[in-house]
C-alpha cells in the first residue's frame, strides 16, 4: 500500500504555541492579546494566501506548500547543470526563481506552479526583468497530469513524501539523456550522480541513463 505524507503546517502550529502562551501568561492585558492574536491571523492569512491557491487540485497525498529556494541552493542546482542545454523544467517554480537562473545560462525554461499567485508573480517579475516568453514561460498547470517527455533538464524542490511517486514518473517519462536535480530532499531510490552543497542547501544530480541501467540491473537480480 502506497503511503502518502504531508509536511507538518508549521504555521498552526506556532499558532497554536502562541495562543497557549497568550491566554497563560496574558490574561490581564485583553488589548495585547487582541492585537497579537490579530497580528497571528494576518501572518497565517498572507501564508495561505500563497501556499494554498491551487491544492484542492492535487490529490491529498501530493501537496506540497510553497518553500522558496536559497540563493545558495539556486547556485548550487547551476552547478550541476554547468555544460548542459535545452529545455528545462521546474516542477513546483514558486516564485520563479530557479527558472530565471536556468534563463541566464541559455536553457529554455518552463516553470510548473499549480498556485496561480505563485504564477501571476513569477509572470510579472519576467516581464520586469525583461525576460521574453519564448525563453522562459510560467503555467498554472499540474506537471502531475503533464507529460515531461520533451524535457532534459528537470529541477524539483518538492516534499520528501512525493519523491519516490515523482520518481516513478520521471523515470517513465524522460528521455534518457535527461538530468534530474533534486534540492534538499533527495529520491529514496535513485543513485545520484553528482551532489553540490551540504544540509539545506544539498543538491543531487540524477541522470536518466544511469537510473535505469541500475533498475533493470535490479530487476534482473
Known amino acids: 500500500m502506497q503511503k502518502c505524507f504531508i509536511m507538518e503546517d508549521s504555521v498552526e502550529v506556532i499558532l497554536q504555541h502562541k495562543s497557549c502562551k497568550l491566554s497563560h501568561h496574558t490574561p490581564e492585558k485583553p488589548l495585547v492579546t487582541a492585537a497579537s492574536g490579530a497580528l497571528l491571523v494576518g501572518v497565517y492569512g498572507l501564508w495561505s494566501l500563497f501556499a494554498l491557491p491551487g491544492f484542492r487540485k492535487?490529490?491529498?497525498?501530493?501537496?506540497?506548500?510553497?518553500?522558496?529556494?536559497?540563493?545558495?541552493?539556486?547556485?548550487?542546482v547551476m552547478k550541476l547543470l554547468h555544460g548542459r542545454a535545452g529545455c528545462l523544467a521546474d516542477l513546483g517554480s514558486g516564485d520563479g526563481r530557479l527558472v530565471f537562473a536556468a534563463t541566464v545560462e541559455g536553457f529554455q525554461c518552463t516553470g510548473f506552479?499549480?498556485?496561480?499567485?505563485?504564477?501571476?508573480?513569477?509572470?510579472?517579475?519576467?516581464?520586469?526583468?525583461?525576460?521574453?516568453?519564448?525563453?522562459?514561460?510560467?503555467?498554472?498547470?499540474?506537471?502531475?497530469?503533464?507529460?515531461?517527455?520533451?524535457?532534459?533538464?528537470?529541477?524539483?524542490?518538492l516534499a520528501p513524501g512525493v519523491m519516490e511517486v515523482l520518481g516513478r514518473k520521471l523515470e517513465k517519462e524522460l528521455p534518457d539523456e535527461a538530468r534530474?536535480?533534486?534540492?534538499?530532499?533527495?529520491?529514496?531510490d535513485w543513485t545520484p550522480t553528482a551532489t553540490e552543497g551540504e544540509g539545506l542547501d544539498q543538491t543531487w544530480a540524477y541522470d536518466m541513463t544511469a537510473i535505469r541501467m541500475l533498475s533493470t540491473q535490479a530487476t534482473m537480480r
Open 58 to 76: 492535487v490529490p491529498i497525498c501530493l501537496k506540497v506548500p510553497y518553500l522558496p529556494s536559497s540563493r545558495t541552493q539556486t547556485q548550487n
Open 113 to 157: 506552479e499549480i498556485n496561480s499567485i505563485l504564477t501571476g508573480y513569477a509572470r510579472v517579475k519576467a516581464k520586469w526583468k525583461g525576460i521574453p516568453s519564448s525563453t522562459s514561460s510560467f503555467r498554472n498547470q499540474d506537471f502531475w497530469k503533464t507529460d515531461l517527455s520533451k524535457y532534459n533538464n528537470v529541477t524539483v524542490f
Open 180 to 188: 534530474v536535480i533534486a534540492c534538499r530532499f533527495p529520491f529514496p
